[in-house]
């Protein structure tokens, strides 16, 4: 799979297998979804064991890399399809940015409003589980290991805003 590599700035500056990313100081866009039920908990997604990275942590309700050409949006809303078998459309929260291997990695951020039903994909997903943002506060300073760093910095940023 092809995907864009950007530079400090998210600017475009060429194409690169998602494979050859890592470990060489290369730019990429990733959009992550978080989906939040009718009591305001946030879905946590776990990692299946057969994962390359970090598997069996705790992370985003569904992450996606952004396929070159592909805006923030859609990859978001492919990845929501595919791994939960929701058409809903995400909303976006923002856009940041952190080091991941090396690497300058730009993180669309977006919510989408839904108690389920949800059809986990099991081939990427082993557990969902909702969880109440107080919950949530707790277990990322008292259990930070237990979730994906990229999961770690987008919720450490949400609890800043406003």
């Not at 100081?25 to 994962?51: I, M």
């Not at 999961?151 to 800043?160: E, G, N, Q």
Request: aromatic share 8%; hydrophobic share 45%.
């Amino acid at each position: 799979m092809l995907v864009d590599v950007v530079d400090a700035t998210d600017r475009v500056i060429g194409t690169a297998r998602r494979a050859d990313l890592l470990g060489r100081a290369t730019g990429f866009r990733v959009a992550h979804t978080l989906v939040f039920n009718a009591r305001g908990e946030v879905l946590l997604q776990q990692l299946a064991d057969s994962r390359e990275r970090h598997p069996l942590l705790w992370g985003s309700s569904v992450a996606a890399y952004v396929f070159s050409g592909e805006t923030y949006a859609a990859a978001a809303a492919r990845r929501v399809q595919q791994e939960l078998g929701i058409a809903d459309t995400p909303s976006s929260i923002g856009r940041v940015s952190m080091t991941d291997e090396g690497c300058i990695k730009w993180i669309g951020v977006f919510r989408l409003d839904s108690d389920g039903p949800f059809t986990p994909d099991l081939g990427v997903i082993r557990a969902l589980r909702f969880t109440s943002m107080m919950e949530l506060t707790s277990a990322l300073r008292d259990q930070p290991q237990s979730f994906t760093p990229t999961f770690r910095y987008i919720a450490t940023w949400l609890l800043k805003l406003p």
